[in-house]
DNA sequence: TTGACAACATACTCAGTAGTATGTTCATAT
DNA sequence: ATATGAACATACTACTGAGTATGTTGTCAA
């Protein structure tokens, strides 16, 4: 049973949406500046007509690939977040579940990992800049379910860092980092890869100071 | 012959480390495919003739940088590595120092991480791969410094984590952090950067299973 | 049957950029 | 004094790649 099966279906049937994968699949491999229109094409067997009918400019093809990905992540989330809990069990549920998602939607997570990288160095048009500060606020709501289950888990005496903002910085880095280095080998399975969340999560749980018995 | 080559840090009067510098600020703005030979130029206030003059193509300028970084991680590191200390001691130390490191010569250590990301995405030409593959080699030596400090503090107990690749790679993520999202803010002082030091070391040296007691 | 439009493909333009070929200047050795 | 080469600048070439203008094909409504 996949983790997250229907999330990644959301957009199927959108004639758009088999280009948001192929892109996200080139913008993985190669990054945004060094992705050209034309190998996304390729990818897709087609030419750029088809590609430049559904978007406007490679700016507006990035962006929405990153909407895509934000996307999947808030549906999966949200619910989640507005759960009543206790804030260290949540704060533990909502780490693994992002973390099944960074897996499960590497290609497009990546990209928003890029996107927001793009963002900081400012490396963006006037124009580019309001649609670019719009998918940031995005992630900035994202951020915040983590947030409030931190600072009500501090609160409680269940976590243990000095600065919030710090804290939450070297967090995500943790649960996102395996876009980076996570390779699906042959023959894993759905066990591997929840030992490997496990173990990222806990790292990260951990890492705030989380006792080890209130993480298992 | 001694099959590690020697690690000769670069004198600060060479010709070739002021393009090293302005080299390395314009790929950690913008990145290496988007950064252009005329923007390294512009920055130096010369045109492309003076690059050209030291190094034969961009990428051979980008390796330099990127072994630059390297070196100076190495040269900060290794004696350290080299002393006789309690391994969780040695490991809280070299963690510091890294992050020290990242926060001074921040530039050239993105310019590293996009070379490993590089060559993660087998993005080079045929060539380019043997002085990559010799780059790599430098950081996966460079990375042994921590590993064994993990390894034998791990055997002594003091440390408790699952996998040693994947907590070797969530931490170096943790260490490696603030090169995206640290910006010297005016009037900031050296306890400030302590203090953000502090609390990333914490972070990661908890994250791998060190009681909060043995770290501080 | 035909017009209209969506969904592409084809064939261009043009700006940017890596790399090169060829000056030019200046210090230093002989 | 002059030859020489290092350290650049200038002025190119060749190519890639984003974006556009203009076909072509199929579908569907009236």
Chains 1, 2 share one sequence.
């Not at 034309?38 to 430049?52: N, P, Q």
């Not at 124009?127 to 983590?146: G, K, M, N, V």
């Not at 705030?208 to 993480?215: N, Y």
Request: charged share 25%; proline share 4%; aromatic share 8%.
């Amino acid at each position: 049973m996949d983790t997250v099966p229907d999330i990644v279906a959301l957009n199927e049937h959108e004639p758009r949406f088999e280009i948001l994968e192929a892109a996200a699949a080139c913008f993985e491999a190669r990054g945004f500046a060094s992705t050209s229109i034309d190998d996304v094409a390729r990818r897709l067997g087609s030419t750029k007509g088809r590609i430049y009918h559904h978007f406007s400019s490679k700016t507006d093809l990035f962006t929405a690939v990153y909407r895509h990905g934000m996307e999947m992540l808030h549906v999966h989330l949200q619910p989640l977040a507005e759960r009543e809990m206790e804030p260290l069990a949540k704060l533990k549920l909502l780490a693994t579940e992002h973390v099944r998602m960074m897996l499960a939607t590497r290609a497009f997570q990546r990209v928003v990992w890029e996107g927001v990288e793009l963002h900081l160095r400012g490396a963006t048009t006037p124009e580019q800049r309001e649609a670019f500060d719009a998918l940031i606020a995005t992630r900035e709501r994202y951020s915040a379910y983590f947030r409030q289950a931190e600072e009500a888990a501090k609160a409680a005496g269940l976590l243990d860092y000095e600065n919030l903002s710090i804290a939450n910085q070297v967090m995500f880095m943790t649960l996102n980092s395996p876009i980076f280095w996570y390779k699906p080998r042959p023959g894993e399975t759905d066990a591997d890869r929840e030992a490997l969340v496990r173990q990222i999560v806990t790292y990260a749980l951990r890492g705030l100071g989380a006792r080890k018995e209130l993480i298992e």
